[in-house]
């Protein structure tokens, strides 16, 4: 195992990560119609929070994800089990008349429903969203999709990067087109997992009033909307100046210098968006002088003359490591920070003090929790995502 | 203005957007004590969603933002203003005794206080987390930093470019290496919205807990967790198989043709990450073969001739424009679309049928609420960003 040797050492120094504190959704039943990352995403958070989240498969093969890699020794795939720890798992066809009344059976005793179907396929199925709430007024029914319940594009299928396309999101990252650069995905799906957190608000908000009012909701989530919400600098200058902001780069649009720079070896990243940070950074990098040159003087003429600012740091930094500088800033009080591959990022001791890594009852090693709660459980599950129908028996049981 | 003819018509068609349903947050009071952009973001979010929001600010000058740009026509912040809808103002100073102790009547008779300083400020203002929540015990105090409450980073300074570094976002965002790609930043700031985001959930998710127990908590949000969250298939590769992901460009880790493909002028990003999408667009580009073709013909086969499958399919692209193709490749059912600046994101039908960007009362335009509630007000807000110290005498009457 990779864990670190002082991982545990670490883990229990810090309260917020005791696994022996109540959940904060102890006693919230889920039933979990979703597949892929949106939905398992938002059903994974709920489970880490405590809540009891049934898995709904569909028979023989179950969630996609779970012939999608990377596969690990056992042949599984970890994609299935990082989206999908803490739950329970039953194999249920909607088309099935005895499987859809069991269904019916556990929504009628469940307190939320989360899918991530294509808007109508829920109809379609005897299981019309708006419907499930009128039968049944206290359940809040959370429906993730890639444009939404309603509108022109709400029937069209999406995957993580056509809606980071239509967001604005590819067309804001990567080099200006004047420097020859391209509009660049994302590196990771944050169209699919940013909808998977704003799911979980909306169904623990839901919960919330339901507490105060005894009704339920429907909850209705896009990953085009949530990508939208992410693009607030955008949003900024097209809605304020009704301006098309360029693409820019690395560069923040509205403080310099707040860049990624080369050193000898890797990239840094410097963030010294005030004049305040930029008289500790002149002479950090022996230059001084720079803090009252004419040039660069004030955050708006190093906004304007940023090619010649970005030229001068580039020049001292090439001098050394991004290691070494990285270090050096920081320590004279300026934001820096190296570009970690998400390898070395898991294994930086702020992290695995943090508990972002955490270990299974079975030894595997998953994400954490990143919302730490004095009072509750913020270790999160410890219970390894379930084989297809492994809680069949148990399920039937309950909710029979 | 420039909003849409047909805005207010489809807003009256969608009643998820009806202004005059309740709010879910009704009665919710919530201290803000935030600043820029990861910590207003959290407590917007609560003012959409109907909670009392009172954002103390520091005279003379009030949140940084107030005195950053963009600046619209009659010379106030659009940064502050998209950051603040719906929350009130006051001007208060930690250190003056007279202000403190309102601060702390305030805080005696709310629910949620938010603050985004660095670890160990609010101790040094009288005005530690933990005791408060000892002080009143049903307290909601939500935390959001850079690196979090505890771990050897805490007391780092954080700015969003550097959190993103941290994370590996930066380092998986770009053209790989191999093809004289570098890491590029995200071309927003997704480190600062996706903690502020988690804020809110945690808040509310505390909220729920306080209903069913009568405890209060502490909530500890730090970007960098936040952000390692967003790297979902990067750790799946790391925890799993104890690989260090390569930055690969804008392809799909996975799935391929998942990718943005070069037209006659702009790009096209197309989603046909599985055999039976293949089996559409192959056709819809006019090489039927192309699907039993030997090299192409399952997903594992185009995974690993990438390459290849890129030149072919660039080499029909490139007759014809991104809109072309998009609508072309769309109707054949492969999900597609164009890489539209923010702009014109935004004026999107499906962006503007989904109240996206919504008018606040004195005109202004703002974005729009992410989560859509079926019982519950999901328009948000529509009052504009408060004046510094705009609410005083009103907050002074309602809390002395």
Same mark, same amino acid.
């Given at each position: 195992?990779? !864990?670190?040797?002082?991982?545990?050492?670490?883990?229990?120094?810090?309260?917020?990560?005791?696994?022996?504190?109540?959940?904060?959704?102890?006693?919230?039943?889920?039933?979990?119609?979703?597949?892929?990352?949106?939905?398992?995403?938002?059903?994974?958070?709920? *489970?880490?929070?405590?809540?009891?989240?049934?898995?709904?498969?569909?028979?023989?093969?179950?969630?996609?994800?779970?012939?999608?890699?990377?596969?690990?020794?056992?042949?599984?795939?970890?994609?299935?089990? !990082?989206?999908?720890?803490?739950?329970?798992?039953?194999?249920?066809?909607?088309?099935?008349?005895?499987?859809?009344?069991?269904?019916?059976?556990?929504?009628?005793?469940?307190?939320?429903?989360?899918?991530?179907?294509?808007?109508?396929?829920?109809?379609?199925?005897?299981?019309?969203?708006?419907?499930?709430?009128?039968?049944?007024?206290?359940? !809040? #029914?959370?429906?993730?999709?890639?444009?939404?319940?309603?509108?022109?594009?709400?029937? +069209?299928?999406?995957?993580?990067?056509? #809606?980071?396309?239509?967001?604005?999101?590819?067309?804001?990252?990567?080099?200006?087109?004047?420097?020859?650069?391209?509009?660049?995905?994302?590196?990771?799906? #944050?169209?699919?997992?940013?909808?998977?957190?704003?799911?979980?608000?909306?169904?623990? $908000? *839901?919960?919330?009033?339901?507490?105060?009012?005894?009704?339920?909701?429907?909850?209705?989530?896009?990953?085009?909307?949530?990508?939208?919400?992410?693009?607030?600098?955008?949003?900024? *200058?097209?809605?304020?100046?009704?301006?098309?902001?360029?693409?820019?780069?690395?560069?923040?649009?509205?403080?310099?210098?707040?860049?990624?720079?080369?050193?000898?070896?890797?990239?840094?990243?410097?963030?010294?968006?005030?004049?305040?940070?930029?008289?500790?950074? *002149?002479?950090?990098?022996?230059?001084?002088?720079?803090?009252?040159?004419?040039?660069?003087?004030?955050?708006?003429?190093?906004?304007?003359?940023?090619?010649?600012?970005?030229?001068?740091?580039?020049?001292?930094?090439?001098?050394? $490591?991004?290691?070494?500088?990285?270090?050096?800033?920081?320590?004279?009080?300026?934001?820096?920070?190296?570009?970690? +591959?998400?390898?070395?990022?898991?294994?930086?001791?702020?992290?695995?003090?943090?508990?972002?890594?955490?270990?299974?009852?079975?030894?595997?090693?998953?994400?954490?929790?990143?919302?730490?709660?004095?009072?509750?459980?913020?270790?999160?599950?410890?219970?390894?995502?379930?084989?297809?129908?492994?809680?069949?028996?148990?399920?039937?049981?309950?909710?029979?």
């Amino acid at each position: 195992m990779k !864990i670190q040797p002082d991982y545990k050492g670490e883990e229990a120094k810090n309260p917020h990560l005791d696994p022996t504190k109540p959940y904060p959704l102890e006693g919230v039943t889920v039933i979990d119609l979703t597949r892929v990352l949106s939905g398992p995403t938002c059903t994974r958070m709920l *489970a880490d929070a405590g809540a009891r989240v049934i898995h709904v498969e569909r028979p023989p093969k179950g969630d996609d994800t779970r012939s999608q890699g990377p596969y690990v020794h056992d042949g599984s795939s970890n994609y299935f089990r !990082i989206a999908n720890v803490g739950k329970e798992s039953i194999a249920l066809d909607f088309r099935d008349p005895d499987d859809h009344a069991f269904l019916m059976k556990m929504i009628s005793k469940a307190d939320v429903v989360v899918e991530n179907f294509r808007p109508g396929v829920m109809a379609k199925n005897g299981l019309n969203p708006d419907e499930l709430v009128k039968q049944f007024p206290r359940l !809040i #029914v959370c429906s993730i999709s890639g444009f939404g319940q309603y509108g022109p594009m709400s029937g +069209n299928a999406a995957y993580d990067t056509v #809606v980071q396309a239509w967001s604005g999101l590819i067309a804001a990252t990567g080099a200006p087109a004047s420097e020859g650069g391209k509009a660049t995905r994302v590196g990771t799906s #944050v169209s699919d997992i940013v909808a998977g957190v704003h799911g979980y608000a909306g169904i623990v $908000t *839901a919960l919330y009033a339901r507490e105060k009012t005894g009704k339920g909701s429907t909850v209705d989530v896009a990953m085009l909307d949530t990508s939208i919400s992410l693009m607030a600098q955008g949003l900024m *200058a097209s809605l304020g100046l009704d301006e098309a902001p360029e693409r820019i780069g690395n560069r923040h649009p509205y403080m310099y210098p707040f860049d990624i720079f080369d050193c000898a070896d890797e990239p840094v990243a410097i963030c010294a968006g005030n004049d305040r940070l930029w008289s500790k950074l *002149a002479p950090c990098l022996g230059h001084e002088e720079w803090v009252t040159d004419p040039e660069m003087c004030t955050n708006d003429l190093r906004e304007k003359n940023w090619r010649l600012v970005k030229e001068k740091i580039e020049s001292v930094l090439c001098t050394g $490591t991004a290691e070494e500088w990285q270090k050096k800033i920081d320590e004279a009080g300026v934001p820096a920070g190296l570009c970690l +591959n998400i390898d070395d990022a898991r294994r930086l001791p702020q992290v695995v003090a943090r508990g972002m890594v955490k270990e299974m009852d079975d030894g595997f090693l998953v994400m954490g929790t990143p919302i730490k709660y004095g009072t509750w459980n913020s270790y999160g599950t410890t219970k390894d995502a379930p084989a297809l129908n492994a809680d069949n028996d148990q399920i039937r049981a309950d909710f029979e």
